[in-house]
């Protein structure tokens, strides 16, 4: 499936968040289901109102486009990578330690009885909680350093030589800076990880405090 196609949207790196909003509430509206009384033709439409859907989850996502889109000009799925990027490695230490410590921390039972155990549980909540942002925000920095590039590269698809179908000649290939895209999808992926992980520990340090 080609999410790009299905969305009416043209194949490139970045994809404006507003555009793709409205192809997908204006494709999502036209074959909700519930707009279909025959049996066989609601049956299609809910097939294809799962598709939009699934086109629009893999279209948002840095990682996800960018894995789509290398499969689509090269035919391969992208492999899985080990090696974390410079894009992405200055940020691994940090993310490792900190999870680490926190992950520590909330193993920790909450103390009851004692009310200045109970403040002092609550005061460094705060503190892993101060880290945690401080360290997301230089992954969203990051990140956003990383769409800037995007951007910018959407011109090579705009000016590559058409693909035919599903698939990318070789003329086409060649015309677009794949190698580039890979290092950038690979950092993508690791720190839209390491931002959920983090996420994810927030959440639960908003039960303690």
């Known amino acids: ?4 196609a299905l969305l009416g949207l043209r194949r490139a790196p970045w994809v404006d968040p507003e555009q793709l909003q409205s192809a997908f509430l204006t494709l999502s509206n036209q074959h909700h289901p519930d707009r ?5 033709e609601k049956a299609g439409a809910e097939k294809r109102f799962t598709d939009i859907n699934a086109a629009n989850q893999t279209l948002r996502s840095n990682s996800l486009r960018l894995a789509h889109l290398l499969e689509l000009e090269t035919g391969s799925k992208t492999a899985h990578v080990q090696e ?3 894009e992405a490695m200055s940020f691994f230490d940090d993310v490792a ?3 680490r410590g926190l992950d ?7 103390p009851e009885g004692s009310s200045m155990l109970n403040v002092y549980h609550f005061e460094r909540a705060l503190e892993w909680t101060e880290i945690v942002q401080e360290l997301q925000t230089r992954l969203s920095v990051q990140i956003a350093t990383l769409e800037s590039e995007l951007k910018t590269m959407n011109r090579a698809w705009e000016t590559a030589p058409p693909s035919t179908g599903h698939s990318s000649s070789q003329a086409r290939v060649n015309s677009l800076p794949i190698p580039r895209l890979r290092v950038i ?5 690791f720190l839209e990880k390491w931002n959920s992980q983090l996420q994810e520990k ?3 340090l908003a039960l303690v405090t």
């Open 1 to 4: 499936m080609d999410c790009f």
């Open 36 to 40: 279909f009384q025959n049996a066989a």
């Open 84 to 86: 974390i990027p410079p």
């Open 97 to 99: 330690k900190i999870t």
């Open 104 to 110: 520590k921390f909330l193993a920790e039972e909450k």
């Open 185 to 189: 999808a690979s950092a993508m992926a």
């Open 202 to 204: 927030i959440a639960r």
